[in-house]
């Protein structure tokens, strides 16, 4: 294991070098032409507040060429993020969290509540609230998000402290697997604003994959960036969904049966509160497709896990589309962020959907 995690470590280098060195993007006859109306940019909400924030995004933004072809899109991707490292002035992404505990006094917890407002010297807020383009499917059900300094999720459930963005809901594993049916939409997420630049290239790049060959259509359902404690409102009542459980928690086997859970209310799917000097509160941090499904065997998908078949998420993405293939954990090791695949802890336990810029 430890042989892999180096190899994958090497790539992006390898890649960013012989890629930057020698091409530049260029129409191709071999890919397939996307959809004739303009697919829609990620942007942020707070631009007349954090204008340096917003221009920067539209500086680094994603081409959209007639026939890109999968190389292209590589190459564009890569000099995007290596021009938005420049403008941002970051080499390695932790160098992120080092700026954004210096703007907290010595010895003072850390709250993206408390911290969102504060101002990098150059006067744009801390947090932004990011929106930008994914695929969802044809029935998926949009719903708001809460977040509060509490310490208990129930808390920011019942009492809806403040909106913070929104989730993607959707009941069937089948809507979810179809992806013929998938319709472009927005999610919009709280992150900072050093960092929006960087995650919202990924994302885009996600959803531009799926915009010029529709295999690749991913339905990212939830994005959780900045926050210490967030949850829906629990006043949906109860709620049933559709989820995988396998036979053992600690096997590779793919065997798995469709468990029907029921729940309480959204509340119980969609809720997290992250630990004090998680890269979550410094707004540095993504979870993608982070769910929580009680009631079944290692159900995906899953925040941690012991399970072998962790590692095969190509077969988890075959299966249950929520799961990232392994071109979307690529993509994010040319951003720099730090991936599952290149850290471990809580006993070998690895975090499936998360990915942040690293603390040391």
């Given amino acids: 294991m430890q042989a892999k995690v180096l190899a994958w470590s090497l790539i992006p280098a390898l890649l960013l070098c012989g890629w930057l060195a020698f091409a530049a993007p260029a129409a191709t006859g071999g890919a397939r ?24 995004l539209r500086q680094a933004a994603l081409t959209y060429a007639p026939r890109m072809s999968e190389k292209d899109r590589e190459i564009d991707f890569l000099q995007k993020v290596a021009l938005a490292k420049r403008l ?5 992404l ?6 954004t505990m210096n703007l907290l006094l010595p010895g003072q917890e850390v709250s993206w509540e408390e911290l969102r407002r504060r101002r990098w010297p150059g006067g744009d807020p ?5 929106e930008v383009p994914v695929w969802v499917p044809a029935r998926a059900q949009r719903l708001k998000t809460y977040s509060g300094f509490e310490k208990k999720w129930q808390t920011v459930a019942l009492n809806k402290p403040r909106p913070s963005g929104c989730v993607w809901f959707v009941r069937t594993l089948a809507d979810i697997n179809d992806k013929t049916r998938y319709r472009p939409e927005m999610i919009q997420v709280e992150v900072n604003s050093k960092f929006a630049p960087l995650a919202a290239l990924l994302l885009e790049y996600i959803f531009r994959e799926g915009w010029y060959d529709p295999s690749k259509r991913l339905p990212l359902l939830t994005v959780r960036s900045g926050e210490d404690t967030y949850a829906v409102s629990a006043a949906s009542g109860p709620v049933s969904a559709e989820c995988l459980s396998f036979p053992d928690r600690d096997g590779a086997s793919m065997t798995a049966t469709l468990a029907q859970c029921s729940y309480a209310s959204l509340a119980d799917i969609y809720h ?3 630990a004090p000097y998680s ?3 410094l707004g540095l941090a993504m979870d993608i497709n982070d769910f929580n499904y009680a009631g079944v065997v290692d159900g995906i998908p899953n925040p941690v896990s012991k399970s072998l078949r962790q590692y095969n998420r190509d077969a988890m993405h075959k299966i249950d589309a929520r799961n990232l293939p392994m071109w979307v954990y690529r993509a994010a090791g040319w951003v720099g962020c730090r991936v599952p695949q290149s850290w471990a802890y809580y006993g070998y336990n690895v975090d499936w959907p998360h990915m942040d810029v ?3």
């Fill in 272 to 274: 997290g509160r992250h």
């Fill in 279 to 281: 890269n979550h509160r």
């Fill in 126 to 130: 801390v947090g932004v609230t990011l």
């Fill in 88 to 92: 941002i002035g970051v080499g390695r």
């Fill in 33 to 56: 032409q996307p959809d004739s109306s303009s697919p829609p940019h990620s942007r942020i909400l707070e631009a007349a507040q954090a204008p340096r924030t917003a221009r920067l």
């Fill in 94 to 99: 932790v160098g992120l969290r080092h700026m």
């Fill in 358 to 360: 690293g603390t040391k």
